[in-house]
């Protein structure tokens, strides 16, 4: 039953168990305001707020959800609020949804829905939340566009003390600093925001029929079913164990987190499911005299309020254990998942990466079982962790309560974990440890150490921890220990999940904090007795992570001669904003199924190369609801497009080229239908070689075509005295929204409509065509609005449009295909990884005199756009610096990879990287800092690019300058080294890099654009134009360029989306250019409307648009009017090496300072200051958006982003769990922006610069701030020579470049010795 704000849920009959909350809203309740991006609990996009009443306590609890992951069958007797639910343009908006909209928190807008509900139940709890309370309630939402600065501050305003960055550390918050003395700052907008006040008594209420119903009715099982499967929900314990001992195998669900994964992505499935709801008994929670005793239905959430409480109150002594658990529970996961995982489900679950078992297993805690036949208490030990049948609950047995012993005098207890992000990522290696003296004398009496990470059940290292026993805790009983520990807890070469040397040296480097840990204490208590500790080595204890933030913006200031109606230049807010809010933006998921529709779904190849030898599809035809299965031979001769020079096949033919490759096309009435069936089809494949998947092996086997670009020949008699290389890996685009399409034919003159998430609709109606064998001019197609796209929506989604067109055609049905978030990882490719080699020949100050280059880039199995990246590459390598001579070369790689494409930046975020590296090496040459270096080499005021265009880079060495003053650096660098020489274990970093991001797209034809304005008789304007709205506010800006040029308010402007049917032919929305192109367009066919319209407007000139546009009606004149832009003059001769590729450079620089942990290889991103010259910015808010968003994107490309490939090329990075985006915790503790005041440009729209890629390579600040500090500390650990770090610079390989005693205490395995989980590619 639904009421529509709140659903709430009785008892009904034939519900599906298999259903989750998720598809139940989206495609039954037709709510689709909560989205889905992952379907795994990982990414937040389908947040809900679930509250239930307990007639016990009489207390309703509301907490935050993954609707993913939660079976409807769960949600008897509770209420589900969506963000339909809290507020609607239609009716009123939640303070909530307001400010997140009003302070520019959304882009795409596909994550806000989630981030609204997150925040929303976090004020339901908290209506004036801490800064703490709101960065944890938004720890398990991603959003890869805004870099959430934005999101931040937009909740900050609900705080009590909003505005500052509540740092009290140094004693000092941002606000008593005066930002670095630049009074000239202005926090937020420069308009302070008015914004409707949080009123709580406003919020919907607990549905009282709920309460009703809670109180009064008789408690008896429930049972749902279906013909596959039956759940049963007991509410008393009886029934529950009478349950468990009839069906001994159903799982007990309780949060759903582990099961429902594993029947999700692993495909288990379990016919009989009992989920217990509301038993008291198993949410109890004991204070004993000897410890608490917690119930295993409490969940995650609830057991870190219940310690965050008891270790208030009782000594420290007592709560070595508590405080550790909390540790852990404050990064374990995000709070969805937290509020939903059980302890029970935690510890019975024993995944292998648990962060609690590794603790309470040290603990001495006990588990208490209960079943029909009794009471029994078993250990929570090794054994019980790695499920010996003798120490392991039967199966009718049942977790009731863990037991979690105070802890002692002389007893101390600690948490340790490195995670690939710091949070809501799961441990590479955790860790529990602890030791009980007894006594004052420092002789260990107990010692107990386990891990997490390491094998596939939680270790302790039980031998190692006896044999120290009875000795002292000293230096070496710590070396011992280590050489018995790495012994014990061994971890072979070949070990899943890779990084094993990394996993090593964790394993020994905890030990040591845990070590000193423990002597700073035992000093503390006795500083005669015990070794003093040197201070240099206590930062090694210091928690890296502050999660305050804080940050400026600085506007440009309007001119005082703009007319004060006149928008352009003003932060307005995205068009979309409210409504990405509010759930009432519409994707193409969103759409209403159309009658008859049918889902596609593809079966792709599991081998990298191979040939195909059979396909069965019969078992899978039989399947119910399957329509067709189409494979190369149903296509037949229109399986292919030729894009460029190079065919493209969409489906595989008789052979596959790399894991992911399409191979059918399953068609069902249902996505479920669609997706059983494609498991069940069975291809037969027979291995070829050979497998290539990394850049190194292939230097032989390049494209045909490879590049070659001579700019200076006079090299050879250079000296190169700096020979290098880096290795850069690719990068996924984790668009929030997947590949999503709806084809609809028309039933008529053969004319097809295509709805798709796309940047480059022409594209689409172009392949959908030519596989049609129509005209263009039957197919159509449609795009509101896409929710991410940054390159990765063009030229697979045409693959993947043709095939379902197809299907579609054939069928004379709808149909639609979305990926899901692991299909799109594995299908899609991303990013190109590159290998970059360099010479350099320079100076002793540090001038460069000449370089030679050459890229090698990892192209995938097919070239696509991967020369014109390799192209872009090496006209952008230069950066901001001049090399007088320079000779820089290309080659695009084949590989057995998904084929690599365009992405945010489109390869200069790989030639930058490339270029900078070679001046840290030259830098470290000369002895000289690397910023020094940038400075001499960079571009003067008046100068000229490699291939001869005139450049004037006055405005580059103003960012320089700028970013150098709002930065400190100067200052900021000598505290650096300050700290860097008083601590050992902790280093800072930091570093200022230059920006030069040439703009254009090197032809004119491909910078053409169209518009298409129509003024109706009341006056209202409609605007199209051929840009697509994929979260850069293209529209919002478009508005903003008609209301000026139409001189009207934006509110009289209208703007749908983007169609081939209004304006045909339009280039690709990329390149950093849609909304200078398009804009151009819109401002010519608004300037023909007005010089039409002029002499009506000037022979009446007070009055209205509607009485303007009657009177033009009534003479005849047209009120509709096409606008054109045609491109950029743009050449380039390549033979030559000459040419004017771009139409003007956007400049900037960003200064970062990191710390970081070289015990673990943590790292945090303590500020980052950006200056950029944007010309006049159209709309400064959306700027800034594009420029932190990429920046944040560039620095997860720089330092966590990884791609796993195992050796066969499988992809084992396939989701949110695996592969990690930045996340809230990631955001520099400072962020402060500055865009220099406006400069006045050629020939572009209103003299402003497009912004949308260049951000990205500011990433890179993050990674040579890293790279200072690992300098930093190998010199102090003696270690010379040039440092050369890959990218992404990983905790990995931040710790293992750390070298120190542990590093080399490992063991290392001969390479070839073993079979790696994991291949560079
Ligand atoms: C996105 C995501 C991120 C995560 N991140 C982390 C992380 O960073 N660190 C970490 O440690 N973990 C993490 N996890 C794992 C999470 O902690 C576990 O999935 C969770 O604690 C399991 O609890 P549950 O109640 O959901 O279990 P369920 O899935 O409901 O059940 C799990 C198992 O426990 C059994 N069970 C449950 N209760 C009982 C009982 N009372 N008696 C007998 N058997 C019982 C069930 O039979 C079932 O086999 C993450 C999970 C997800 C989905
Ligand atoms: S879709 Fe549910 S968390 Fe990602
Ligand atoms: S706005 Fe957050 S994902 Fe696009």
Not at 141 to 160: E, H, M, S, V, W
Not at 530 to 543: C, G
Not at 692 to 704: C, F, H
Not at 1290 to 1313: H, L, Q, V, Y
């Amino acid at each position: 039953t639904m009421s529509v704000s709140q659903m709430l849920f009785y008892s009904k009959k034939n519900v599906d168990p298999e259903t989750m909350l998720l598809p139940y809203l989206r495609r039954k309740l037709r709510l689709t305001g909560t989205k889905y991006g992952c379907g795994g609990g990982g990414c937040g996009a389908c947040t809900v707020m679930i509250s239930r009443y307990n007639p016990i306590t009489k207390r309703i609890r509301h907490h935050p959800a993954n609707a993913c992951l939660i079976p409807i069958c769960s949600l008897y007797g509770a209420a589900v609020t969506t963000v339909e639910g809290i507020g609607s343009t239609h009716t009123r908006i939640h303070p909530v949804q307001e400010r997140i909209a009003k302070c520019h928190g959304t882009q795409c807008g596909f994550c806000t829905p989630g981030m609204v509900m997150s925040i929303y139940t976090l004020l339901r709890n908290h209506p004036e939340p801490t800064l703490d309370q709101l960065t944890d309630a938004l720890g398990g939402n991603l959003c890869r566009c805004t870099g959430y600065r934005p999101i931040i501050d937009a909740c900050k305003t609900f705080c009590k003390t909003s505005g500052c960055c509540q740092s009290k550390e140094n004693g000092i918050c941002c606000l008593d600093q005066g930002i670095n003395g630049l009074p000239e700052f202005e926090e937020g907008s420069e308009v302070k925001e008015e914004f409707l006040p949080l009123d709580p008594t406003q919020e919907l209420i607990f549905p009282p029929e709920l309460m009703i119903m809670a109180e009064k009715q008789p408690q008896r099982t429930r049972m749902f079913g279906s013909e596959r499967m039956a759940w049963f929900s007991p509410v008393t314990l009886k029934e529950l164990l009478e349950l468990k001992f009839k069906y001994p195998q159903a799982p007990v669900v309780m949060g759903n987190t582990s099961v429902g994964p594993e029947v999700k992505f692993k495909g288990v499935f379990h016919p009989v499911v009992i989920s217990p709801d509301r038993i008291e008994e198993l949410s109890v929670v004991i204070h004993a005299s000897n410890g608490l005793t917690l119930g295993a239905g409490l969940s995650l959430a609830q057991v870190k309020d219940i310690l965050a409480d008891v270790v208030q109150k009782l000594p420290e002594e007592k709560t070595q254990m508590y405080r550790a658990l909390l540790k852990h529970l404050r990064t374990l996961a995000g709070s969805q998942i937290r509020n939903m995982a059980s302890l029970g489900g935690h510890i019975i679950s024993r995944h292998p990466d648990s962060d609690l078992n590794p603790l309470l297993a040290v603990g001495n805690c006990t588990l208490n079982l209960l079943s029909k036949e009794g009471k029994r208490q078993i250990p929570l030990d090794e054994q019980f962790l790695s499920k010996c049948p003798n120490a392991d609950l039967k199966p009718q047995e049942i977790l009731i309560s863990v037991n979690i012993p105070y802890s002692r005098k002389w007893e101390f207890v600690s948490a340790f974990r490195q995670a690939q992000r710091q949070e809501n990522a799961l441990p590479i290696v955790n860790s529990g440890m602890r030791v009980f003296f007894g006594e004052e004398d420092g002789i260990i009496r107990e010692l107990s150490i386990s891990y997490g990470g390491i094998g596939p059940t939680t270790i302790c290292a039980k031998d190692s921890c006896q044999k120290v026993i009875g000795r002292h805790w000293n230096e070496e009983m710590l070396d011992t220990a280590c050489r018995l520990v790495l012994n014990e807890v061994s971890l072979p070469g070949s070990a899943p999940g890779g990084k094993v040397e990394f996993k090593r040296t964790l394993i020994i480097s905890f030990l040591f904090k845990f070590y000193l840990e423990v002597s700073q204490i035992l000093k503390k208590t006795n500083s005669v007795h015990y070794p003093s500790l040197a201070d240099k080595y206590a930062s090694a204890l210091e928690d890296l992570h502050s999660r305050h933030h804080c940050s400026t913006l600085k506007y440009q200031k309007i001119g005082p001669k703009q007319h004060p109606e006149d928008p352009v230049g003003h932060p307005i807010m995205h068009l979309s904003g409210v409504k990405h809010a509010t759930g009432e933006a519409i994707y193409c998921d969103d759409m209403p199924p159309v009658d008859q529709e049918l889902f596609l779904t593809f079966v792709t190849s599991s081998r990298a190369h191979a040939k195909i030898l059979s396909i069965d599809l019969s078992e899978a035809l039989s399947m119910p609801g399957v329509v067709d299965i189409m494979t190369a031979e149903h296509l037949s001769d229109v399986n292919s497009f030729c894009f460029f020079t190079e065919t493209e096949t969409f489906l595989a033919t008789d052979k596959v080229f790399c894991v992911g490759h399409l191979v059918c096309a399953v068609l069902a009435d249902s996505e479920v239908q669609a997706k059983r069936a494609a498991k069940r089809v069975k291809i037969v494949y027979q291995d070829l070689e050979p497998l290539i998947l990394t850049i190194e092996v292939m230097s032989s086997m390049l494209m045909p075509g490879y590049y070659l670009f001579f700019l200076n020949t006079s090299l050879t008699f250079m000296y190169f005295p700096v020979t290098g290389e880096i290795h850069m890996g690719g990068q996924e685009h984790f668009y929030m929204e997947t590949q999503s399409m709806l084809v609809v034919p028309k039933g008529e003159d053969q004319e097809i409509d295509v709805y798709v998430s796309t940047q480059f609709p022409k594209y689409i109606q172009d392949i959908v065509a030519s596989t049609l064998k129509l005209p263009a001019n039957k197919v159509m197609c449609h795009v509101r609005r896409v929710g991410g796209a940054f390159g990765g929506k063009a030229f697979k989604t045409g693959t993947i449009a043709a095939v379902t067109a197809f299907a579609a055609n054939k069928h004379g049905r709808a149909v639609r295909c979305v990926l899901e978030r692991g299909e799109d990882m594995l299908i899609t490719g991303g990013r190109h990884p590159y290998l970059g080699k360099y010479k350099a020949g320079f100076m002793n100050d540090g001038r460069i005199l000449a370089l030679d280059m050459e890229h090698y880039s990892n192209a995938g199995t097919s070239l696509e756009e991967s020369l014109f990246v390799i192209e872009m590459g090496l006209l952008k390598m230069d950066n901001a610096y001049k090399f007088p001579n320079l000779r820089c070369q290309g080659w695009a790689c084949r590989t057995n990879l998904p084929s690599n494409t365009a992405f945010r930046g489109f390869g200069f975020p790989q030639a930058g990287l490339i270029t900078e590296s070679c001046i840290v090496e030259v830098a470290a040459k000369c002895g000289l800092s690397p910023e020094k270096v940038r400075m001499i080499n960079m571009y003067k005021e008046i100068d000229q690019t490699p291939y001869k265009q005139e450049i004037n880079a006055k405005n580059l060495a103003q960012c320089w300058r700028e970013c150098m003053a709002m930065s400190s650096y100067s200052e900021r660098k000598v505290v650096v080294e300050k700290f860097n020489m008083e601590n050992y274990w902790k280093k800072k970093g930091l570093s200022m890099v230059p920006l030069k991001f040439p703009v254009g797209l090197g032809s004119r034809a491909a910078g053409q654009a169209a518009a298409l304005v129509h003024i109706y008789l009341d006056g209202s304007v409609l605007v199209t134009h051929g840009g697509i709205e994929m979260g850069q506010g293209v529209h919002t800006k478009m508005i903003q360029v008609a209301s000026r040029e139409l001189r009207m308010p934006m509110s009289n402007v209208h703007l749908r989306g983007t169609s081939t049917e209004t304006v045909p032919n339009a280039n690709v929305s990329g390149g950093s250019v849609v909304a200078d192109l398009n804009g151009l367009a819109v401002k010519n066919a608004c300037q023909t409307l007005l010089k039409r319209l002029e002499p009506i407007i000037s022979k009446n000139p007070k009055g209205t648009w509607k009485d303007w546009a009657q009177t033009a009606f009534n003479e005849s004149i047209s009120l509709s009017a096409v606008g054109y832009f045609r491109g950029y003059e743009s050449d380039m001769n390549w033979e030559k090496g000459e040419g004017h590729p771009f139409e003007y450079f956007v400049y900037g620089a960003a200064c970062s300072e990191v710390e970081i942990d070289c015990l673990t290889g943590d790292h945090k991103n303590i500020r980052t200051d950006i200056v950029m010259d944007v010309g006049c910015s159209i709309n400064p808010a959306l700027d800034i958006g594009q420029i932190e968003g990429a920046f944040i994107q560039g620095m997860g490309l720089y330092t966590i982003e990884e791609l796993n490939y195992s050796p066969q090329g499988v992809l084992h990075t396939r989701g949110p769990d695996q592969y990690k985006i930045p996340a809230i915790c990631d955001m520099p503790t400072q962020l402060h922006i500055s865009l220099l005041p406006p400069s006045q440009n050629s020939n572009t729209l209103y003299s402003s610069k497009g912004l949308g890629e260049s951000g990205v390579f500011l990433g890179c600040s993050v990674f040579f701030a890293i790279h200072d500090a690992v300098s930093a500390a190998r010199r102090e650990r003696g270690l010379r020579g040039p440092l050369r770090l890959n990218s992404p610079l990983t905790p990995e390989k931040i710790r293992m470049a750390c070298e120190d005693k542990f590093t080399k205490m490992i063991p290392r395995d001969e390479p070839g010795s073993y079979v790696p989980w994991n291949v560079p590619i």
